[in-house]
């Protein structure tokens, strides 16, 4: 098993953009797998794995299982604050992606780690979490509902500061986190988020209330997984 993990700090990058370099891993991650299948063991080549940080320009997007009336505005309106809006094939419903807010992208080879979707999902929430008390921020899980919550227990008001939404194939994993830092939250008031009509959003410099440096979150992440998972961190250079 590789444990090897590469990370990638892209910056700022357009959402499709992002999103084609996903799939051009991917399906290189699983066509090596599928090529181990005709290969004798000392033959078989490791499958690689990755972290992907970005940001994105403003852009809502919608997973496979989702509901567009969730979007509550046209394309007319998007375009004048600037938005973009994408069908994608993660699961989950609609979310939000903008400056200030991290956003991970793992592909893993989960047959690298362990093949569990339902524990792959709480690790990375648990990485969440774990990074949220680095900064004195008490977060958790609402039973039923994927992401990461504060008032997650009394829930007087339960407001989600990092929405999660995933693709797998063969155990190979794509799409991942999005965690509000700096976020302009005021992107959230068009769309149910998450299909979520009852619960807020927040992000770390409302909870704060100062703004955070988004590189120092994204190396605090990457530490609680790469403890999560067993990794092994590799950072690169390379930029989509």
Known sequence: MNKQVQVRHWGLVEYQQAWDEQERIFADTVACKIANRGRSVDEQVSTPNYILFCEHPHVYTLGKSGHEANLLANEDFLKTIGATY??????????????????????????????????????????????????????GRIDGLTGVWLD????????????????????????????????DLS??????????????????????????DLTEVANRVKIHLATLFDMELIETLEQT
């Open 152 to 183: 997650y227990e009394a829930q007087l008001a339960p407001r989600k500061i990092c929405a999660m939404g995933v693709k797998a194939s063969r155990w190979v994993t794509m799409h991942g986190f999005a965690l509000n830092v700096n976020t």
């Open 86 to 139: 994408h069908r994608i094939n993660r699961g989950g419903d609609i979310t939000y992606h903008g400056p200030g807010q991290l956003v991970g992208y793992p592909i893993l080879d989960l047959d690298n780690f362990f093949t569990d979707i339902h524990r792959y999902m709480r690790l990375l929430e648990e990485g969440i979490i774990r990074t949220l008390a680095d900064y004195g921020i008490a977060a």
């Open 187 to 212: 992107y959230f008031g068009h769309i149910v988020p998450c299909g979520i009509t009852d619960k807020a959003v927040t992000s770390m410099a409302v909870e704060l209330g100062h703004s955070v």
